[in-house]
């Protein structure tokens, strides 16, 4: 099967994006970066491509222009271990960006995360249906992910 690879368009500030998410995520690099020549469209030596890797991720971003931004129909997820985890990129990331509900965040570029941990599916899948129905209306009304609170809801009897 060929390599998927995400492609993340920006107007300008692809380099200086990668360069921010190889600094969150841990084993993160930027692997090549290429550049607008004399054929345009911007000018040549400004920054045109950057290929880099989150945590063995390939991801590529373009500076492509204003014309595309980034909406909600796609986002990130981070299947964080614990709530120490949720805490960090949470914070991290949402740094000169806006949360959202339900562990939903954008960052200061507007691509969206979802912050959440491996558990978030034990819980709203449990066979129990109230049970699943009280840690979804509780994760409902955050925005960060409190894994403890979500977990107190669904024991509720």
């Known amino acids: 099967m060929p390599k998927i690879t995400p492609n993340l368009w920006f107007d300008t500030q692809g380099k200086e994006a990668a360069e921010f998410y190889c600094s969150v995520f841990p084993n993160s690099k930027i692997n090549n970066v290429t550049y607008f020549n004399e054929a345009g469209p911007r000018p040549a030596g400004t920054v045109l491509t950057v290929e880099f890797e989150l945590d063995g991720q390939e991801y590529t971003a373009i500076n492509g222009g204003p014309e595309f931004t980034f909406t909600e129909a796609i986002s990130l997820m981070i299947n964080c271990a614990d709530q120490d985890e ?6 991290k990331l949402s740094e000169g960006g806006e949360e959202g509900p339900c562990g939903w965040l954008k960052d200061k570029y507007g691509l969206s995360w979802q912050v959440a941990t491996g558990d978030m599916v034990e819980f709203l ?3 129990d249906q109230e049970r699943a ?10 925005t960060k992910i409190d ?3 979500i977990r107190a809801a669904a024991d509720q009897a």
């Open 133 to 142: 129905a009280r840690a979804m209306k509780a994760m409902l009304g955050m």
């Open 147 to 149: 894994v403890a609170a």
């Open 86 to 91: 949720i805490d960090y990129y949470w914070a």
């Open 125 to 127: 899948n449990d066979p």
